[in-house]
């Protein structure tokens, strides 16, 4: 168990819908990284937080998306007018602990598994 | 960017036998690479990872070994047990410490 949550783990809604999911890291992540996983491929990075800074969303796959972290702590990750396509596994993953050798090291929550019908 | 091709897609082999999987990388400028272990319904799981500065490492029956030059590095698993059976993804770090994914191994232990 890396610490790492997410909420919630299966979110089913309609074309059209906004969806919104929650990831809590451990408190030693100052870093948060948001991926999207479809069926049979590997995680594809979207965007990451070194605390609460957006350090880089040009890989956000479209204007529909954003992410926040406010206090550095916890962040969500938001779908607006989700389309089908949209349907994937969402993880996020803590990072960049005070250590300075292993700051790039990655532990991935649970994952949020939206289903667009 | 960095793009990482990881092959073979699926791989089986017979309990206590060996796993090899391999992973080429395109960006010179990368220096961490981790393996992850995906069992399904849960996230990518960290089992070993390396950095350019060594050439291999090993944790029991787990080994990685990376070849800066080549630009390649493979996941070795020895005596291998159905517990292993699961998706293996290699990785590479991207400038900003971004990590770009292999598309994945399946790995089946035969009993």
């Known amino acids: 168990d890396t610490g790492v949550s997410q909420n919630p783990r299966h979110k089913i809604t309609k074309r059209g819908q906004n969806v919104t999911f929650r990831c809590d890291p451990i408190s030693e992540h100052n870093r948060l990284y948001w991926y999207r996983q479809t069926l049979g491929q590997g995680p594809e990075f979207l965007t990451y937080f070194q605390n609460e800074a957006q350090l880089e969303k040009s890989r956000l796959l479209s204007d529909r998306f954003s992410a926040e972290r406010p206090k550095g702590s916890f962040s969500t990750l938001e779908i607006q007018r989700t389309e089908q396509g949209d349907s994937a596994m969402y993880l996020c993953a803590g990072g960049g602990g005070t250590s300075g050798i292993f700051y790039n090291e990655q532990f991935f929550g649970p994952g949020t598994r939206l289903t667009v019908l | ?111």
């Open chain 2, 1 to 111: 960017g960095e793009n990482v091709e990881q092959h073979p897609s699926t791989l089986s082999v017979q309990e206590g036998d060996s796993a090899v999987i391999k992973c080429t990388y395109s960006d010179s400028a990368s220096n961490y690479f981790p393996w992850y272990k995906q069992e399904l319904g849960k996230g990518p799981q960290l089992i070993i990872d390396i950095r350019s500065n060594v050439g291999e490492k090993k944790d029991q029956r787990i080994a990685v070994t990376l070849n800066k030059t080549a630009k390649h590095f493979s996941l070795h698993i020895t005596e291998t047990q159905p517990e292993d059976s699961a998706v293996y993804f290699c990785a590479a770090d991207e400038r900003d410490d971004k990590i770009i994914f292999g598309k994945g191994t399946r790995l089946h232990i035969l009993p």
